[in-house]
Structure formats: structure tokens, C-alpha cells
């Protein structure tokens, strides 16, 4: 497994609103103010501002709650709020042929990139600083692995 190459665990599913935890059991943990344009999650094996380092996971069909899924980073986008920060990945599945191309952020359109910069605002209840490329995302991913094998 490359660098950009990780596992999402599904928890939230595209189209909803419903957040479940699935780190131990799944359970809803709630239910956000706007509908995920993609599905989102978290990346196992991966520590980042205290928890799983997150990603959005775009694809044409939602995944289940709990679904181990096998994608590629594309790039990623960091919010912020009072001076703090949190990255979170957007991701492809590396099954999904609708995204076989796709192979960084400047490849997405730009309304896909403002419904997912729209959910993790409201998400995370922090405003977007910046979006951050491949390179970037490479240096996240290998931080956030190496600070959960300590």
C-alpha cells in the first residue's frame, strides 16, 4: 500500500445527515445540520488532533456504515477556528471507474468541491483555510500513521 493508497470506514453514508461512530461499536453520534454529499470517515491506524484522521470519500454509489473501503487520497482540506486546525483527506475508491482518473483535487469539478467544503464547515463548525494537494496529503497521511505507532 502506497502512501496515498488507504482504507475509509464509513460513517456517514452519502445523502444523509446521520454521523454514527464506528471506532468500537457502531452507534449514531449525530445527526449533522446538512446532508453528506459523499460519503465520510475515517482512515484506521491513523492518529490525527486526538482521533482517526478523517476523509470525505467520493463516489457515485454511498456505502454502508462500517464499510472498509479502498481508496486513494486525492488532495485534502484544512478548516480552521481560533487558531486551530484539523486536515481532513478527500479521497477516491479505487474500485469506482467514475473516478479512475481522477487522481488529485484539481480534477474534481468545482461544485463537488464546494458541496464538500460546505458539509465540513458545517461539520466540523470551522471555516475552510485552504485545499491542499497530493504532496500535502502524502506528509498527512504518513504523520498520522506514524503518530499511532507511536
Do not use: W
Amino acid at each position: 500500500m502506497t502512501s496515498l493508497e488507504i482504507n475509509i470506514t464509513v460513517e456517514c453514508k452519502k445523502g444523509s445527515k446521520n454521523l454514527y461512530n464506528c471506532r468500537e461499536r457502531v452507534r449514531l453520534e449525530r445527526i449533522v445540520p446538512v446532508s453528506a454529499p459523499f460519503c465520510y470517515g475515517f482512515v484506521p491506524f491513523t492518529h490525527h488532533n486526538g482521533e482517526e484522521l478523517d476523509s470525505v470519500l467520493m463516489c457515485t454509489e454511498g456505502f454502508e456504515i462500517g464499510a472498509s473501503v479502498s481508496c486513494r487520497a486525492i488532495g485534502g482540506i484544512r478548516l480552521e477556528k481560533s487558531g486551530l486546525t484539523d486536515d481532513v483527506l478527500v479521497s477516491v475508491p479505487v474500485s469506482d471507474s467514475e473516478f479512475g482518473e481522477t487522481m488529485q483535487l484539481s480534477d474534481i469539478s468545482k461544485k463537488d468541491l464546494k458541496e464538500i467544503s460546505d458539509f465540513l464547515e458545517k461539520l466540523k463548525g470551522m471555516r475552510i483555510s485552504k485545499t491542499l494537494d497530493m504532496e500535502h496529503a502524502k506528509k498527512i497521511i504518513d504523520h498520522a500513521r506514524k503518530m499511532y505507532g507511536g
